[in-house]
């Protein structure tokens, strides 16, 4: 069973740190480009990041861009989004997805970690 | 930066029904990187139609996909009462690379 569970979310301050993990199993890691998609509280979807299969290509939105850096490690099954300089606009569920069909899609989610930007 | 606009917001129908959901993009969009998505409350995104017009494993047919170009829909026939959600057009390999509608919701009548 394709299963990816997030973790590391919590409440931090503005201008703070966090990283995020995603742990998947049931499927090989390292042969999926993989994503990071968020969506605010009562709001609609909007992605984040995305990492090719080997980690040579890596995309970030524009909104994140130069303070989000998504990672991954194929030896470990694991993908990171390292999210720096934390703005109240960031705070929402973040959600790490497979990529399908040459990537145009998600078609596995995990949960969600709520992450809140919060003084 | 391609921007997805959904029509209606808010679709009010009854089981049994038919829903018709619309995504226009401001630009072209390849139709092999066009996807729906269903939501329902505390859940995840679950895939419904990639490529403009395939199901995802496990969809029932009731739920197709057609469209081309900037026009883009989706059918479900004959709704059942787990149909009633948030449904989500995504485009890929524009600017950003992937970008989502502002969502349709589904209610009941």
């Known amino acids: 069973e394709v299963q990816l569970v997030e973790s590391g979310g919590g409440q931090v301050k503005p201008g703070g740190s966090l990283r995020l993990s995603c742990t998947v199993s049931?499927?090989?890691?390292?042969?999926?480009?993989m994503n990071w998609v968020r969506q605010a509280p009562g709001k609609g979807l909007e992605w984040v990041a995305s990492?090719?299969?080997?980690?040579?290509?890596?995309w970030h939105a524009d909104s994140v861009k130069g303070r989000f850096t998504i990672s991954r490690d194929n030896s470990k099954s694991l993908l990171y989004l390292q999210m720096n300089s934390l703005r109240a606009e960031d705070t929402a569920v973040y959600y790490c997805?497979?990529?399908?069909?040459?990537?145009?899609?998600?078609?596995?989610w995990g949960q969600g970690t709520l992450v809140t930007v919060s003084s | 930066e391609i921007v997805l606009t959904q029509s209606p917001g808010t679709l009010s129908l009854s089981p049994g029904e038919r829903a018709t959901l619309s995504c226009r993009a401001s630009?072209?969009?390849?139709?092999?990187?066009f996807a729906w998505y269903q939501q329902k409350p505390g859940q995840p995104p679950r895939l419904l139609i990639y490529?403009?017009?395939n199901r995802a494993t496990g969809i029932p047919d009731r739920f197709s996909g057609s469209g081309a170009g900037t026009d883009f829909t989706l059918t479900i026939t004959r709704l059942e009462p787990e149909d009633f959600a948030v449904y989500y057009c995504?485009?890929?390999?524009?600017?950003?690379?992937?970008?989502f509608g502002q969502g349709t919701i589904l209610e009941i009548k």
């Open positions: 997805a497979r990529g399908r069909y040459s990537g145009t899609t998600s078609d596995y």
């Open positions: 049931g499927f090989t890691f390292s042969s999926y480009s």
């Open positions: 990492m090719s299969i080997s980690g040579d290509f890596i």
């Open positions: 630009q072209s969009v390849s139709s092999n990187s």
């Open positions: 490529g403009t017009s």
């Open positions: 995504q485009q890929y390999g524009g600017s950003p690379l992937y970008s």
